[in-house]
């Protein structure tokens, strides 16, 4: 069994690859796809971004497909980057101008108020029936400075709630168990026939 995830975010199809393979499921993502397009992500929110870029992928295919829209949610700077994440510093997509960025903006922000989440939301689309949608939150707060150099993103600058971890200091294994895509993928271990 193999599943097309509708994403180019390598950091995505690594986690994607570990979560789907205790399911037996093999991975493929757009980044094995030829002139695979770039969907353009108009939403205002994570659902309506995850589903443009979930159902034009089916529709142009003609097969299912998971897409994932997800990002950082800072409550002390109302909510960005949130859908901005990845473009958060500029088009290029840089993690570290994208975390600087944030570092910048929270430089004087006191650490009770530094509270943030990672949202993940995936849309399963199927050519010509109804999309379906779920949302996985992981809750933590906005460190100081960059530390760890595993998993992508903002993992170095999110530390995980309950502990004085950043993500990025977690193994695989271990994000994999809390992470804001576990607990969406988790939602949908129930609804995997609509893949296959
Ligand atoms: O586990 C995560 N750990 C750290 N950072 C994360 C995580 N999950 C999402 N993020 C960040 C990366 C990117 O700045 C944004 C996603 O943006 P998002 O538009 O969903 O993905 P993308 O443009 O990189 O790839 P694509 O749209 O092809 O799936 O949130
Ligand atoms: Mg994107």
Redesign the pocket.
Known sequence: MKVL?????A??VK?FEFMFAEMGVEVSS?LDVEDAP??E?TGTT?AE??RL?AEEIANLYNLPVI??????VIDAIGGR?G?F????AGIE?D?DK?MDKVLDEMRSVPEHERTAR???TLAVARPGKATVIVEGH?EGSIAYKKTGSH?????PI?LVQGTSNT??ELTKEE?NQI???AKALAKLKDQMHLLF
């Open positions: 995830i509708a994403t180019k975010n950091g995505k986690e757009l770039e969907v992500e994570f971004n995850a870029k897409s994932d829209d997800s990002g950082l980057p859908v994440s990845a473009r958060y997509k993690d994208n990672f949202v993940c992981c998993g992508f993103g903002y993992d999110f993500m990025a994000k992470s804001h895509r």
